[in-house]
């Protein structure tokens, strides 16, 4: 069945590349769903964020009519949809009940790891017992599904196929591989059964909150910064003031793994040279008892927030400059909670060019040039 799945997204892949009312799921509805799940037609894909169009592009050529739209809620780290297959693909006839399921939650490396292993890992729980209690089924207002969560006892299920910004070989070591006690990186026998077909081609920005002036950030001032090694302002240019705030990506982060490699060459060097990448350690801000990042100003020194997706990054700099809360996840997927007090804080991010239409003249963030 696996191999009949991969071959099955193969050919849809490449198809696809040539007042509020709330309401449970209709008969219909769950009928199409069911059918679906008896007979193992789900399609599960994870991994990068940064490339979650390419999700929607395969769905436009997948299914034929009209489609039923899931999430896990107002995020979108989870999302699904449910349809009539468009052309028969693999050994499913066209007209017969699909389900397509993709995870952009912790990143590139849910795309990689889970599925050179055959891991099974959180899904969105698309059954008619998980969804309908809130939503209409449409993409601006999908089905609400619980998680299906191996963690939290329940089954979870293996990727049929993952999406990875950066090659599988990044996710070596400590600081770009996914958990809380860091997972070991894939050996070569496991790399080998991964088959790169690269479809996008992302570049990476620097993303810096409008509050902070409009001065030079050479590559050297920002390694300086990813790394540790400078964490006020005043070390970046006289007569700034204020602690730098970082907000990066949690380790397995194909973006954060970009960023290990471009301001410290990791992996490619670990010697004494090297300098590891700063993360939620950097300052006390981080309480690992109670998931909490407290964001205070004039620690002295620098500050790490680490985000779970990019759109937490975004809500992330945001933040920064207006204050307030907001929820993200650890390395494991457990939910965080991020302080910002009364705002202010002058930060630098870690974000693909995929989030380039956030980046506005007018707003609180917006990414900058290199030298300039």
């Known amino acids: ?33 069911n059918d679906a799940n008896t007979n193992g037609r789900v399609v599960y894909i994870s991994g990068a964020s940064a490339v979650k169009a ?12 009209t489609t039923i739209r899931f999430a896990e809620g107002t995020k979108t780290d989870y999302i699904g949809t449910a349809g009539k297959l468009a052309v028969a693909a693999g050994t499913w006839p066209a007209g017969t009940n699909v389900i397509a399921i993709y995870r952009t939650a ?3 490396v849910y795309g990689v790891n889970p599925v050179a292993r055959n891991e099974k890992i959180t899904t969105l729980n698309v059954t008619s017992a998980a969804c309908g209690a809130s ?7 999908p089905y609400i599904c619980t998680l299906d969560n191996p963690d939290l006892g ?8 993952g999406v990875s ?14 958990g809380e006690v860091a997972a070991a990186a894939l050996s070569g026998a496991e790399l080998s059964l991964l088959t790169s077909t690269p479809i996008y081609g992302l570049s990476f920005g620097l993303p810096v909150t409008s509050n902070v002036p409009l001065i030079n950030l050479n590559k050297a001032t920002i390694s300086a910064i990813m790394t540790g090694n400078v964490g006020t302002w005043s070390g970046v240019q006289a007569g700034q003031t204020g602690d730098i705030l970082v907000c990066r990506r949690t380790p397995g982060s194909g973006t954060q793994a970009v960023t290990n490699m471009y301001y410290g060459n990791y992996p490619c060097d670990t010697g004494s040279a090297f300098n590891a990448p700063a993360d939620r350690d ?12 407290t964001v205070t100003p004039n620690t002295g020194g620098l500050v790490v927030v680490e985000n779970f997706a990019s759109g937490d990054v975004r809500t ?43 980046s506005k003249t007018t707003g609180n963030w917006q990414f900058r040039s290199l030298d300039g």
């Open 1 to 33: 069945m696996k191999l009949n799945k991969i071959s099955a997204l193969c050919a849809l892949a490449c198809a696809a590349l040539s007042g509020q009312a709330f309401a449970a799921m209709t008969a219909a509805e769950q009928a199409i769903v």
């Open 106 to 108: 912790g990143g590139s």
């Open 54 to 65: 390419g999700f929607s592009a395969i769905e436009a050529t997948m299914f034929t009519g």
């Open 154 to 161: 329940g089954v979870g299920r293996s990727p049929d196929a």
């Open 135 to 141: 939503g209409s089924g449409t993409a601006a207002l």
């Open 282 to 293: 950097a300052s006390a801000a981080w309480n690992a008892t109670t998931r909490t990042f």
């Open 165 to 178: 910004d950066v090659a599988p070989a990044l996710f070596d070591g400590a600081f770009n591989t996914e």
């Open 316 to 358: 992330c700099l945001d933040k920064a400059v207006t204050g307030g809360t907001y929820t993200t996840s650890d390395r494991d997927g457990f939910p965080v909670t991020v302080n910002m007090g009364a705002g202010g804080h002058k930060a630098i991010g870690v974000l693909s060019m995929d989030s380039l239409s956030s």
